[in-house]
């Protein structure tokens, strides 16, 4: 999908004025793309989650052991965007 489509998806039918109610049309969204995705889209929100999660840490200044920053960046280089692991 192109930005410029996911945009328009984003701008129009997800889209609400009232901020909460918009949050939930996104999520229900995302809800049915990973279900009909199958395993592939259950393994790609796990690895975009634990990749999120080691990203937050990093910048929290929590710290890492040196091979947990090494496998955090490794992950985040080989998935290249929104392709699954």
């Known amino acids: 999908m192109t930005d410029e489509r996911f945009n328009e998806l984003l701008n129009?039918?997800?889209?609400?004025?009232?901020m909460p109610l918009y949050m939930l049309r996104l999520a229900q969204a995302l809800r049915s793309v990973v279900e009909k995705c199958g395993e592939a889209g259950d393994a790609a929100l796990e690895a975009h989650c634990k990749e999120q999660d080691e990203?937050?840490?990093?910048?929290s200044g929590e710290s890492f052991t040196d091979a947990e920053a090494a496998a955090a960046m490794a992950a985040s280089t080989r998935r290249g965007g929104s392709e699954p692991v």
């Open 12 to 18: 129009g039918p997800i889209s609400h004025p009232i």
């Open 55 to 59: 990203m937050d840490r990093i910048k």
